[in-house]
């Protein structure tokens, strides 16, 4: 079965500081990943997916994320921070076996500080 | 336009009432869900539907009943409302399955409290 753990439930940076959140995913076949942003009082809205083409990926806002199936991670980064980045940060997987679920990780909220 | 839309998007309620959420998406998906997400944000799939016909149903105590029109449409019906139920329902869609890399697609969400 597949699980994401997103290490740091919160993660405060500085306003143009990098932005680095982690992920890791279990699965045993090629997992299909994914980054969701939610603003506060809004639904998730997708940043990014990796689906087995490049292993680096780009997403919107300037944000980026690195499949490393070594490390069996996904992790999340953007160079410099924008007040507008703070919200919450899901991770989540799917793979062929799962049919329609896609498991989410339990979140990142990040916070910028000016 | 809204891509998925639901609604309400706030609705505070009193233990043991009945309600419902609509949600309806205009773009074309086949494959449309229903998540929860708790207190802590974390999020878990309550139910999906292909094509109107149930493919997951997870956990779900049956006070909560899902009901799919047609493609477009996913409501969620939700009787004897318990303290337990407060949370953010969220209605989403995909064309196809998730299994395949789909993308999901997600509305604004309905704040669901009991009083």
């Known amino acids: 079965a597949q699980s994401v753990t997103q290490l740091g439930s919160h993660v405060s940076v500085s306003e143009g500081a990098l932005v680095l959140l982690r992920c890791n995913y279990s699965?045993?076949?090629?997992?299909?990943l994914f980054w969701y942003v939610q603003y506060p009082n809004q639904g998730l809205q997708l940043l990014l997916k990796?689906?087995?083409?490049?292993?680096l990926v780009k997403g919107i806002n300037g944000f980026e994320a690195e499949f490393k199936k070594s490390e069996t991670s996904f992790h999340l980064t953007k160079p410099s921070a924008h007040m507008s980045d703070a919200a919450e940060y899901f991770c989540?997987?799917?793979?062929?076996?799962?049919?329609?679920?896609?498991?989410f990780g339990p979140g990142t909220s990040l916070s910028v500080i000016p | 336009d809204t891509a998925v839309s639901q609604t309400p998007k706030y609705l505070v309620t009193q233990m043991g009432n009945d309600k419902s959420i609509k949600c309806e998406q205009n773009?074309?998906?086949?494959?449309m869900y229903w998540y929860k997400q708790d207190s802590k944000k974390f999020l878990k799939i309550m139910f999906s539907?292909?094509?109107?016909?149930?493919?997951i149903n997870e956990t779900v105590p049956n006070r909560f009943s899902p009901k799919s029109p047609d493609k477009a449409h996913l409501n969620l019906h939700i009787n004897s409302l318990e303290l337990g139920d407060s949370a953010v329902y969220f209605c989403?869609?995909?064309?196809?399955?998730?299994?395949?890399?789909?993308?999901?697609?997600f509305g604004e969400g309905s704040w669901l409290t009991v009083v």
């Open positions: 989403a869609s995909s064309q196809g399955r998730t299994g395949t890399g789909n993308t999901i697609y």
């Open positions: 989540a997987v799917s793979d062929k076996t799962s049919y329609d679920k896609v498991i």
């Open positions: 699965s045993s076949v090629p997992p299909y």
């Open positions: 539907y292909n094509n109107k016909e149930l493919i």
């Open positions: 990796y689906t087995s083409a490049a292993t």
């Open positions: 773009l074309g998906h086949d494959t």
